[in-house]
């Protein structure tokens, strides 16, 4: 039988089933296939087993479950789940090489990850810290992966196990699953995942194991099936109506972030809704816009955790916060940023770790902190600082405790840091920066940015900080190419240093106008409208020809000779010279021009008048030229600055020594270049006697001003860096004061939502209360107590005790401030004017932070309680005055037959005290004198039996009265309390 066994056994599991698989898909399947992340506690076996039982048998993945085990027991989870699927399903070893078509599953006491395609095991550590094995594996499936990876949360109550694992999952790009509630049977692990926002989809297992099994297959997850890249090529223009779709709708421009990641982002939006091409998609977004924000909020999403990287923490304390609080005055505030913030876990960090620096430190400074970031939904989550419980793994149990709350969906940052942060929504590459901040940490945000953001980016970060300022990038980020403007102080922690520059950098905010949808949509590129051209358009082309053709070539220059336009074909005269570029006008002059060239502008200069300089040689092509000189001084109002306009013009061909065949004799030929090179020399001598005059002057005036000049020169400097800082801080403040004023915004609204439920609650509770501040001012009552208490809207801000109060309370004001002083509650029994009996009770009044504020005063009505005490103690008195007016011995009897009470005939008749009788047996009273064997017989039969007795005689001698006669009677009665006991009545002959 048991061969028989196995050897079904392996025909429903075949190990060589997926080789065989492997030769039908094509070549690189097996190292491209997906790998599924599965996560479960609590009800997890059932889940698991529903969803294997519903995959095919060879779904084209690997599955890794991760199962919150018993440590200290083998488990056979393996061996239950291979009866689900045809998969093989294999406990985990270490170093073991992942499959396609097989099923994975941790074995207890570990922890799994994977690297490289293959499993590894590492021993779970004894710690304070949460056991977080799902979040383990999923964060390395993350890394590892990256959009092949799968995440499942399954049933489970392991509080937020498996969160943080599927945000870092869905940051990679990966696709992610969560049980939904109804199927589940612990729901308590999915319905974590799903409220921090990292869930694609929310199903029962069944239909998990089918979209798994869609997934598979789809372009995104399964390489082989992507082609050769012609969509990229065929879909540019879908890709650029995706964000302009984006841009339009949500004022961000994703043109310039890194195209490789928009493009992962894209094509998981697409494996979710079951597209496959660009052109489909971008359709799909045109006709659904709340699928635009889902893609905007995709393409924002990244991996954050609190203290992530905690040697980059210890960096911050050991070199950046000394820094920050040398010689630091107490009142001047620490200020830092943190753009890109995400959910804030980042800006708590900091907030806790600069805390905790100046405690140790034993000092304070005010501390500002800015988070920003432009999706308004993480800032609202880190406005609010509530985080899953899976926080513990990744915060200390002592850090917990101080700066954390425990609340029901987790944990919160207490108040004191919260106030600490301000949270706003802003583009880091458009919006204005803060200004005068102490350190940016600017951690795995760049990565996102494409080269030409980066570079915008890099100056407002200068800009924002202060001389002594910190920039904290992420481990795979770096300065670039801004070396001048920081400089590397601590290489692990990438912390770099503020550096000093001569020029300002130049930091600009851009705000683009966006074009409507519409227009963008209806006009294609080959959608183009001929419009004719104007008269004015015509004129303007014919002067340009006439400029550039017929007219003489020129220049435009300053009064410093710099060119400022080209006008015409102006290489015939000027050349670029050898050596650093210059725009020089003289600089640029061909050979034998200057001379001529200098003494026209500088004649233009001084008098202001329009000059001709003739026949200038100017070598050119190995010949020489003759070149008439104009230059003409004009304005460009409203400017009063003058330019020149300086014209050359060929009034001679080239000529290189007398020509050949010439008809003139060699004697007129060397007169005549005599006699212009004397024009030459005297034309040159006045222009250099104009220069050393022009420049006598000019030493002598600057010989007299350079000292004034040079005094006053750092000064203007410094005021006008004064004044462009006064500028750029102006600018800074008014978006601080937005900022703030949006901060202010959203605490008026929790303000007024909380008064408003205080408005309420108040109004709903039927009972009389006060509160009242440290000084005893009423600050708020109930409607109710308004009546009882004789108090009117007017009362609020007066002291309690100043108030005439219907209600009679001795030395109220002593009572308060002994209740504020001690924390103890008092309860006092009170009445008012018309006799009715209420409690006072009176409450220390505590802040959310657990100050003590004042008291809270109510009073519960107990008059119809005190009523009925007073009655059942005026009954009581009636009762036992009418037993002790009867001259017969009565005695009650409880359990056990212990005296409750009895009459003074009773004492009389048998000489017995009151003290020597209560709350005693009674065949123990008097020595033992009533221990009767029939007696007591009778009496233990009653009160089980409900029964009665009659005139019982019995003949005794009594220590103190002799032998006497006597009848007993005796019944049984209930007591107020429900009690049953015996009333026993004795006739005592005489």
Same mark, same amino acid.
């Given at each position: 039988?048991?061969?028989?066994?196995?050897?079904?056994?392996?025909?429903?599991?075949?190990?060589?089933?997926?080789?065989?698989?492997?030769?039908?898909?094509?070549?690189?399947?097996?190292?491209?296939?997906?790998?599924?992340?599965?996560?479960?506690?609590?009800?997890?076996?059932?889940?698991?087993?529903?969803?294997?039982?519903?995959?095919?048998?060879?779904?084209?993945?690997?599955?890794?479950?991760?199962?919150?085990?018993?440590?200290?027991?083998? %488990?056979?989870?393996? $061996?239950?789940?291979?009866?689900?699927?045809?998969?093989? /399903? &294999?406990?985990?070893?270490?170093?073991?090489?992942?499959?396609?078509?097989?099923?994975?599953?941790?074995?207890?006491?570990?922890?799994?990850? *994977?690297?490289?395609?293959?499993?590894?095991?590492?021993?779970?550590?004894?710690?304070?810290?949460?056991?977080?094995?799902?979040?383990?594996?999923?964060?390395?499936?993350?890394?590892?992966?990256?959009?092949? $990876?799968?995440?499942?949360?399954?049933?489970?109550?392991?509080?937020?196990?498996?969160?943080?694992?599927?945000?870092?999952?869905?940051?990679?790009?990966?696709?992610?699953?969560?049980?939904?509630?109804?199927?589940?049977?612990?729901?308590?692990?999915?319905?974590?995942?799903?409220? $921090?926002?990292?869930?694609?989809?929310?199903?029962?297992?069944?239909?998990?194991?089918?979209?798994?099994?869609?997934?598979?297959?789809?372009?995104?997850?399964?390489?082989?099936?992507?082609?050769?890249?012609?969509?990229?090529?065929?879909?540019?223009?879908?890709?650029?109506? *995706?964000?302009?779709?984006?841009?339009?709708?949500?004022?961000?421009?994703? %043109?310039?972030?890194?195209?490789?990641?928009?493009?992962?982002?894209?094509?998981?939006?697409?494996?979710?809704?079951?597209?496959?091409?660009?052109?489909?998609?971008?359709?799909?977004?045109?006709?659904?816009?709340?699928?635009?924000?889902?893609?905007?909020?995709?393409?924002?999403?990244?991996?954050?955790?609190?203290?992530?990287?905690?040697?980059?923490?210890?960096?911050?304390?050991?070199?950046?916060?000394?820094?920050?609080?040398? #010689?630091?005055?107490?009142?001047?505030?620490?200020?830092?940023?943190?753009?890109?913030?995400?959910?804030?876990?980042?800006?708590?960090?900091?907030?806790?770790? =600069?805390?905790?620096?100046?405690?140790?430190?034993?000092?304070?400074?005010?501390?500002?902190?800015?988070?920003?970031?432009?999706?308004?939904?993480?800032?609202?989550?880190?406005?609010?600082?509530?985080?899953?419980?899976?926080?513990?793994?990744?915060?200390?149990?002592?850090?917990?405790?101080?700066?954390?709350?425990?609340?029901?969906?987790?944990?919160?940052?207490?108040?004191?840091?919260?106030?600490?942060?301000?949270?706003?929504?802003?583009?880091?590459?458009?919006?204005? !920066?803060? %200004?005068? *901040?102490?350190?940016?940490?600017?951690?795995?945000?760049?990565?996102?940015?494409?080269?030409?953001?980066?570079?915008?980016?890099?100056?407002?970060?200068?800009?924002?900080?202060? !001389?002594?300022?910190? &920039?904290?990038?992420?481990?795979?980020?770096?300065?670039?190419?801004?070396?001048?403007?920081?400089?590397?102080?601590?290489?692990?922690? #990438?912390?770099?240093?503020?550096?000093?520059?001569?020029?300002?950098?130049?930091?600009?905010?851009?705000?683009? +106008?966006?074009?409507?949808?519409?227009?963008?949509?209806?006009?294609?590129?080959?959608?183009?409208?001929?419009?004719?051209?104007?008269?004015?358009?015509?004129?303007?082309?014919?002067?340009?020809?006439?400029?550039?053709?017929?007219?003489?070539?020129?220049? @435009?220059?300053?009064?410093?000779?710099?060119?400022?336009?080209?006008?015409?074909?102006?290489?015939?005269?000027?050349?670029?010279?050898?050596?650093?570029?210059?725009?020089?006008?003289?600089?640029?002059?061909?050979?034998?021009?200057?001379?001529?060239?200098?003494?026209?502008?500088?004649?233009?200069?001084?008098?202001? @008048?329009?000059?001709?300089?003739?026949?200038?040689?100017?070598?050119?092509?190995?010949?020489?030229?003759?070149?008439?000189?104009?230059?003409?001084?004009?304005?460009? +109002?409203?400017?009063?600055?003058?330019?020149?306009? /300086?014209?050359?013009?060929?009034?001679?061909?080239?000529?290189?020594?007398?020509?050949?065949?010439?008809?003139?004799?060699? #004697?007129?030929?060397?007169?005549?270049?005599?006699?212009?090179?004397?024009?030459?020399?005297?034309?040159?001598?006045?222009?250099?006697?104009?220069?050393?005059?022009?420049?006598? $002057?000019?030493?002598?005036?600057?010989?007299?001003?350079?000292?004034?000049?040079?005094?006053?020169?750092?000064?203007?400097?410094?005021?006008?860096?004064?004044?462009?800082?006064?500028?750029?801080?102006?600018?800074?403040?008014?978006?601080?004061?937005?900022?703030?004023?949006?901060?202010?915004?959203?605490?008026?609204?929790?303000?007024?939502?909380?008064?408003?439920?205080?408005?309420?609650?108040?109004?709903? @509770?039927?009972?009389?209360?006060?509160?009242?501040?440290?000084?005893?001012?009423?600050?708020?009552?109930?409607?109710?107590?308004?009546?009882?208490?004789?108090?009117?809207?007017?009362?609020?801000?007066?002291?309690?005790?100043?108030?005439?109060?219907?209600?009679?309370?001795?030395?109220?004001?002593?009572?308060?401030?002994?209740? =504020?002083?001690?924390?103890?509650?008092?309860?006092?029994?009170?009445?008012?004017?018309?006799?009715?009996?209420?409690?006072?009770?009176?409450?220390?009044?505590?802040?959310?932070?657990?100050?003590?504020?004042?008291?809270?005063?109510?009073?519960?009505?107990?008059?119809?309680?005190?009523?009925?005490?007073?009655?059942?103690?005026?009954?009581?008195?009636?009762?036992?005055? /009418?037993?002790?007016?009867?001259?017969?011995?009565?005695?009650?009897?409880?359990?056990?037959?212990?005296?409750?009470?009895?009459?003074?005939?009773?004492?009389?008749?048998?000489?017995?005290?009151?003290?020597?009788?209560?709350?005693?047996?009674?065949?123990?009273?008097?020595?033992?004198?009533?221990?009767?064997?029939?007696?007591?017989?009778?009496?233990?039969?009653?009160?089980?039996?409900?029964?009665?007795?009659?005139?019982?005689?019995?003949?005794?001698?009594? +220590?103190?009265?002799?032998?006497?006669?006597?009848?007993?009677?005796?019944?049984?009665?209930?007591?107020?309390?429900?009690?049953?006991? =015996?009333?026993?009545?004795?006739? @005592?002959?005489?």
């Amino acid at each position: 039988m048991n061969a028989a066994a196995k050897e079904d056994r392996s025909r429903k599991h075949p190990v060589r089933r997926p080789a065989a698989r492997l030769r039908k898909a094509p070549q690189g399947r097996q190292a491209l296939f997906p790998v599924v992340g599965i996560g479960a506690s609590a009800g997890g076996l059932e889940a698991v087993t529903a969803l294997l039982h519903a995959l095919p048998p060879m779904p084209g993945m690997a599955l890794a479950l991760v199962q919150h085990l018993d440590p200290t027991h083998e %488990s056979a989870m393996a $061996a239950l789940l291979s009866r689900a699927t045809s998969m093989p /399903v &294999l406990e985990a070893r270490n170093n073991l090489e992942l499959e396609c078509d097989h099923v994975y599953v941790i074995p207890p006491n570990k922890l799994m990850e *994977i690297a490289n395609r293959r499993l590894k095991l590492l021993s779970r550590v004894d710690s304070k810290a949460a056991n977080t094995p799902i979040d383990h594996f999923f964060k390395s499936l993350a890394e590892y992966e990256g959009s092949r $990876a799968v995440g499942v949360i399954l049933s489970g109550s392991g509080g937020g196990d498996g969160t943080q694992g599927l945000l870092a999952m869905k940051a990679a790009g990966g696709i992610t699953f969560a049980q939904d509630e109804k199927s589940a049977k612990y729901p308590s692990m999915p319905a974590a995942a799903v409220a $921090a926002g990292c869930v694609d989809f929310v199903l029962p297992p069944e239909k998990i194991a089918k979209e798994l099994t869609r997934l598979a297959g789809h372009p995104y997850i399964a390489p082989v099936a992507r082609g050769t890249g012609g969509e990229t090529a065929s879909g540019e223009k879908e890709f650029e109506d *995706i964000l302009h779709a984006l841009r339009v709708q949500t004022g961000v421009d994703f %043109s310039q972030y890194k195209r490789a990641t928009l493009q992962r982002r894209i094509q998981r939006r697409m494996a979710l809704h079951k597209i496959e091409t660009l052109k489909e998609y971008a359709a799909y977004l045109h006709g659904h816009a709340a699928e635009v924000r889902e893609l905007f909020t995709d393409v924002l999403i990244h991996v954050t955790s609190f203290f992530r990287d905690p040697s980059v923490f210890q960096a911050l304390k050991r070199r950046v916060f000394p820094r920050l609080v040398k #010689k630091r005055p107490p009142e001047e505030q620490i200020r830092i940023w943190v753009p890109g913030c995400s959910t804030g876990e980042e800006v708590y960090s900091l907030a806790i770790a =600069i805390m905790e620096f100046l405690g140790e430190k034993k000092t304070h400074f005010p501390v500002q902190f800015f988070g920003t970031d432009i999706n308004e939904a993480a800032l609202d989550r880190a406005r609010a600082g509530t985080y899953p419980d899976s926080i513990r793994s990744d915060v200390t149990a002592e850090r917990l405790r101080r700066f954390f709350v425990r609340t029901e969906a987790g944990y919160r940052v207490n108040k004191s840091i919260r106030e600490m942060c301000i949270f706003a929504r802003q583009n880091v590459v458009n919006d204005p !920066p803060f %200004s005068n *901040i102490d350190l940016i940490s600017c951690r795995n945000v760049l990565i996102y940015l494409g080269p030409v953001l980066q570079r915008r980016v890099m100056p407002l970060f200068h800009y924002a900080l202060k !001389p002594a300022g910190y &920039l904290l990038l992420g481990a795979s980020e770096t300065i670039g190419g801004f070396a001048e403007l920081f400089g590397l102080m601590e290489k692990k922690g #990438k912390v770099y240093a503020k550096k000093a520059t001569q020029m300002r950098p130049a930091v600009t905010f851009v705000h683009a +106008p966006l074009e409507p949808v519409a227009e963008r949509m209806t006009a294609g590129p080959a959608a183009r409208t001929e419009i004719s051209p104007s008269v004015i358009d015509v004129q303007k082309q014919a002067d340009r020809i006439v400029l550039t053709q017929h007219s003489p070539a020129g220049v @435009v220059v300053n009064r410093q000779l710099e060119v400022l336009q080209f006008r015409g074909r102006t290489g015939p005269f000027l050349e670029h010279a050898h050596g650093e570029a210059t725009l020089n006008l003289l600089k640029m002059a061909r050979e034998g021009l200057m001379v001529g060239l200098r003494a026209a502008v500088g004649r233009a200069m001084r008098q202001n @008048v329009h000059v001709r300089e003739a026949a200038v040689p100017v070598k050119q092509n190995g010949g020489t030229v003759d070149v008439d000189i104009e230059v003409v001084p004009f304005q460009a +109002p409203p400017s009063r600055e003058r330019f020149y306009l /300086v014209l050359f013009q060929e009034t001679a061909r080239a000529r290189q020594g007398a020509p050949r065949g010439q008809g003139r004799t060699r #004697k007129t030929a060397e007169s005549a270049e005599t006699r212009r090179l004397r024009e030459e020399l005297a034309s040159t001598r006045e222009s250099l006697q104009a220069i050393i005059e022009e420049q006598e $002057a000019t030493n002598e005036e600057l010989r007299s001003a350079n000292e004034e000049i040079m005094s006053s020169n750092e000064e203007l400097q410094s005021t006008n860096e004064e004044l462009e800082t006064a500028k750029e801080e102006l600018q800074s403040t008014n978006e601080e004061l937005a900022t703030l004023n949006d901060e202010l915004e959203n605490r008026n609204t929790e303000m007024e939502h909380v008064n408003n439920d205080l408005h309420n609650l108040l109004a709903s @509770v039927n009972i009389p209360i006060i509160m009242v501040g440290p000084d005893l001012r009423i600050r708020r009552f109930t409607a109710v107590a308004e009546r009882v208490f004789n108090l009117i809207p007017a009362d609020v801000g007066r002291p309690v005790t100043d108030i005439n109060l219907k209600v009679n309370v001795n030395q109220l004001g002593v009572v308060l401030g002994d209740v =504020i002083d001690t924390l103890q509650t008092r309860d006092i029994e009170v009445q008012d004017a018309g006799g009715h009996w209420w409690s006072l009770r009176v409450r220390p009044y505590k802040t959310t932070d657990n100050k003590i504020d004042g008291a809270v005063i109510a009073l519960l009505d107990i008059d119809m309680l005190k009523t009925s005490m007073e009655g059942m103690r005026q009954s009581q008195a009636f009762a036992e005055a /009418v037993v002790n007016a009867v001259r017969q011995p009565l005695v009650v009897l409880g359990k056990d037959l212990v005296v409750q009470s009895a009459n003074d005939a009773f004492y009389d008749s048998f000489q017995l005290k009151p003290e020597d009788t209560i709350e005693r047996r009674i065949y123990q009273v008097g020595g033992g004198q009533w221990d009767i064997p029939r007696l007591r017989t009778l009496l233990e039969d009653m009160l089980p039996h409900n029964s009665r007795f009659d005139d019982f005689e019995i003949e005794h001698v009594f +220590p103190a009265i002799g032998r006497r006669k006597m009848r007993l009677y005796a019944r049984r009665i209930t007591s107020s309390g429900g009690q049953a006991m =015996i009333l026993l009545a004795f006739e @005592v002959a005489q």
